[in-house]
């Protein structure tokens, strides 16, 4: 064991001897994703006279910037932006949902030649979230307010040739609606659990 970790120190420090560029890189990345989610939509309506719709995955465009800095070990750093949404219909009544999270974004790749690979996380700093049932054109629920909570755990991966970036991303988003409220009265405040598995597949350019 002693070793191993003599040996790691040896590698690291060898790697922090060679010659680095002087400047950081910095990654502008586009990407669509899609969130699932196990949210109950029944007790968001219970006006409804329909049966309310299962939840569907919300989907929508999203934009990263990142920054790598040459320093071995440190992780990459930056900030995200999601605009995502769903609209799900069903015997009369249609539920449309809509968010927008920007979040600061920590990665580090433990492969990173013309591929990369490595774990990434995401902490939301700002939210803004919306959901509207409506019945035959009459409007049920509205909610809205609240406090917003999120952060997420997954894997990235991808190609990077000549500045080019084309990758994807697996993993689990917890994201909380707490007290959100029903701007029509007709539905008390509501917990909404947003959370579940996200997908991304992203392209953008290394400057």
């Not at 609606?177 to 008390?188: E, F, L, P, Y």
Request: charged share 15%.
């Amino acid at each position: 064991m002693k070793k191993i970790f003599a040996l790691i120190a040896i590698v690291t420090s060898t790697v922090a001897g060679l010659p680095q560029e002087a400047k950081a890189l910095v990654d502008l990345r586009l990407n669509y994703g899609l969130l699932g989610s196990n949210t109950d939509l029944g007790p968001l309506c219970p006006t409804c006279g329909g049966s309310v719709p299962s939840i569907v995955p919300t989907y929508g465009l999203g934009a990263d910037v990142v920054v790598s800095l040459p320093i071995p070990l440190v992780p990459n750093f930056g900030l995200r932006y999601e605009d995502m949404g769903l609209t799900a219909s069903g015997s009369g009544v249609d539920i449309k949902e809509k968010y927008t999270r920007t979040s600061l974004l920590l990665s580090y790749h433990i492969i990173d030649t013309l591929i990369y690979l490595g774990p990434i996380v995401t902490y939301g700093l700002s939210h803004s979230v919306s959901l509207k049932a409506t019945e035959n054109g009459t409007v049920k629920s509205d909610f809205g307010g609240g406090t917003q909570t999120s952060y997420s755990i997954g894997l990235e991966g991808g190609t990077h040739l000549a500045g080019v970036i084309v990758g994807g991303e697996i993993g689990y988003m917890d994201f909380r609606w707490k007290n959100a409220v029903d701007s029509t009265g007709n539905v008390s405040t509501q917990d909404i659990n947003m959370s579940g598995t996200y997908l991304k597949i992203a392209v953008g350019y290394s400057f």
